[in-house]
């Protein structure tokens, strides 16, 4: 049997399919942001949404010593020529638009009671927030 190939577009839900300890690895990697891996419910909805590149950015983990980890745990095969990609970081200002924006043409969606209970998945939320937006709106998610 071949052994999977994982790189920095490989899904965490990939990932986490391989071996068990790989959650936990993960988990400690950053346990604020994905301490919520261990309920399943969260697990099923954040990873697939999430890229091994992705983590590798928001841990500060080089991409080669994370993915090297995982095929350590899970038997996986790294994809060769692993580059590090150049993901964007957070913005430190919000952009000009944001301040532009007319208070009456901003909807605002609270995630953080869901945060707290973990039992619903936020996207749904989300989108029907999106699909009743009118042209020009602004959507601010607070998560």
């Given amino acids: 049997m071949m052994s999977p190939i994982i790189n920095a577009n490989t899904r965490l839900n990939k990932a986490l399919d391989l071996h068990p ?7 400690s990697l ?4 994905f301490q ?25 983990v080089p991409l080669a010593d994370l993915l090297a980890h995982i095929a350590t745990l899970s038997e996986a095969t790294v994809e060769e020529d692993v580059v590090e990609h150049d ?9 000009i638009w944001v301040a532009e924006a ?3 043409t901003i909807t605002e969606v609270n995630l953080l009671p869901l945060d707290a209970t973990l039992d619903a998945d936020p996207m749904l939320t989300v989108m029907q927030a999106v699909k009743a937006l009118t042209p020009g709106a602004v959507l601010c998610i607070r998560h």
Avoid: C
């Fill in 36 to 60: 919520r891996l261990h309920n399943p419910l969260m697990r099923r909805f954040m990873s697939p949404r999430i890229t091994l590149g992705r983590i590798a950015k928001m841990t500060q």
């Fill in 102 to 104: 007319h208070l009456d």
């Fill in 30 to 33: 950053k346990p604020h942001d």
């Fill in 87 to 95: 993901l964007p970081h957070s913005p430190i200002e919000p952009p």
């Fill in 21 to 27: 300890q790989v959650l936990d690895y993960i988990v």
